[in-house]
Nanobody, 123 residues
């Protein structure tokens, strides 16, 4: 098991920023890829961003140009900096870890998931 614990969610105003953090504990080595997904009520889980252990990043359409993913391999953490938030960004955000480095926009390649953190953006 690779317990993943997210933090940093909460309430933000439209146009504001939030930074989410995720820490992976329980293992001495880290996953190949760590990613962020989000899920709004009644919608499917949506890819936000992913980062490989070597630092290569991938972004979904929702975060392109506004969100930045960071990773600290030494601390087993991955952060998501979200800027220029809109009400459409309101969702539960999940951290995930995968031993694969391909098809990272798919939930199916991720082996471990956090419990999620709520982000609410008021307009």
């Amino acid at each position: 098991q690779v317990p993943l614990v997210e933090s940093g969610g909460g309430l933000a105003q439209a146009g504001g920023s939030l930074r989410l953090s995720c820490v992976a504990s329980g293992r001495r080595y880290f996953a190949t890829a760590m990613g962020w997904f989000r899920q709004a009520p009644g919608q499917e889980r949506q890819f936000v961003a992913a980062i490989l252990s070597g630092g290569m990043t991938y972004y979904g359409d929702v975060g392109q140009g506004r969100f930045t993913i960071f990773r600290d391999n030494g601390k087993n953490t991955v952060d998501l900096q979200m800027n220029s938030l809109t009400s459409e960004d309101t969702a539960v955000y999940y951290c995930a870890a995968s031993w694969l480095a391909t098809n990272l926009a798919s939930t199916r390649v991720y082996d471990y998931w956090g419990q999620g953190t709520q982000v609410t953006v008021s307009s």
